[in-house]
């Protein structure tokens, strides 16, 4: 299955990531074609149907649902976000959030994902509703573990800028 091109804020999102990993000690992300159109889908899923949760419109948890766009590897994780319409902001967002646990303390499951030196690929979806609950924009990065098919990064940057 062809993956679903990244925009220009997905990639610049991918340059991000790398960038906030680097200054972490954290090797790259690539883009893999499973985990993107897994994102992809996730992302206008959302948008389409003004939601924000892990579990899709059709009841499958992260990991179900990237299984189904063939990603069977692990380790997986999943960050989701509405409201942001650029990268820089979905970043911010994902490295500052609290992300509290049943006691009340933070755990930042959102920037534990993105800097998990296990992750090794990514997938980058955006979708954007007009009118809807979270500011129109909704994000999705599905992380993996075993590198597969993958996106090479200069190609996802050429495809965002319409070369």
């Known amino acids: 299955m062809t993956p679903d091109p990244l925009d220009r804020e997905e990639s610049a999102f991918l340059n991000l990531v790398n960038d906030y990993r680097a200054q972490h000690g954290v090797g790259p992300l690539q883009v893999s074609a499973a985990l993107q159109n897994s ?23 992260p990991h179900t649902r ?10 997986w994780g999943e960050n989701i976000a509405g409201g942001f319409p650029d990268a820089q902001n979905a ?40 009118g809807s609950a979270y500011g129109g924009w909704y994000w999705t990065t599905d992380f993996g573990g075993t590198v597969d098919q993958v996106v090479n990064a200069r190609q996802a940057s050429n495809i965002a800028a319409g070369q």
């Open 39 to 61: 994102s992809s889908w996730m992302s206008r899923d959302m948008a389409a149907k003004n939601y924000a949760a892990h579990v899709d419109s059709l009841g499958r948890d």
């Open 66 to 75: 990237i299984v189904a766009f063939h990603y069977p590897y692990s380790p």
């Open 91 to 130: 970043l911010h967002e994902w490295a500052m959030a609290c992300d509290a646990d049943s006691s009340g303390r933070c755990t930042y499951g959102h920037r534990t994902n993105m800097l998990n030196p296990n992750f090794k690929v990514i997938g980058i979806g955006r979708a954007y509703k007009a």
